[in-house]
């Protein structure tokens, strides 16, 4: 028991914050200290904003949902932060439908995917830095770890990435390519789906996705937007 003792002599005030933020588990007389799981209730507003956004009683919400958007931006949760904007995004169609502006959503929603695009390349660019400059090849668990896992709107799922599109959570399509030229091949992708294309066995990679009209998303300038090594 000497895990108990070594806790029991430290401060209360310290004691108390620890116990609330760890996991502490007892085990074949052993105590082991775990981080705690993720918690989900942080999203709980999200869905609770998104209810009342849809029964239309939104006034007095958007500061508080900009200010969640900023703090999950700050902390580099993309799931969390596109599905904000969606949420903001529909706020801005519903004011713009009362008032007679046409609101174009392909714009709005391209943009969700293309954020997310980012997430992805550069957890892809961490992934390689801790494996020689090797990219990953395949979704495994131990790339799986790199990513955050969080569900929304009640999904059962906890994949990391949200389509404004469908408004399921889903994780990106892998396809294995030769060229990063190969991935213009790609003509028709579904909406808002992310495809992660490592190239010759992990020395670089392409990631593209499904923009509103179901072809490759595509950069400001119109040309196919291929995300790669940096």
Known sequence: MRE????????TALLR???TTLTIVYVCGAVCVCGAPPAQAENEDVQEWQAKVSAGKYAGL????????????EKNDYVRVSAIEELQNEIKRRKGAAGGAKVDNATTLNEAVRMQMIMLQSLVEKF??????KYPIV?????????????INKSNSTAPFFNPFTKKQEWFAIKPINN???????EVLQKGQIVYCPVNHGTTYAIIAGAADGKLMRNKDGQ???MTRK
Not at 128 to 133: C, D, L, M
Not at 139 to 151: A, D, R
Request: proline share 4%.
């Open 4 to 11: 108990l003792r070594v806790l029991r002599t430290l401060p």
């Open 17 to 19: 914050k620890l116990l």
């Open 62 to 73: 958007e500061k508080e949902i900009e200010a969640a958007r900023v703090s999950a931006l």
């Open 128 to 133: 390689a830095k801790q494996h020689h400059g």
């Open 139 to 151: 979704l495994n668990e131990e790339f799986k770890g790199y990513f955050p896992m969080i569900t």
């Open 180 to 186: 990063v030229d190969e991935v213009t091949e790609e």
């Open 224 to 226: 196919n937007l291929i």
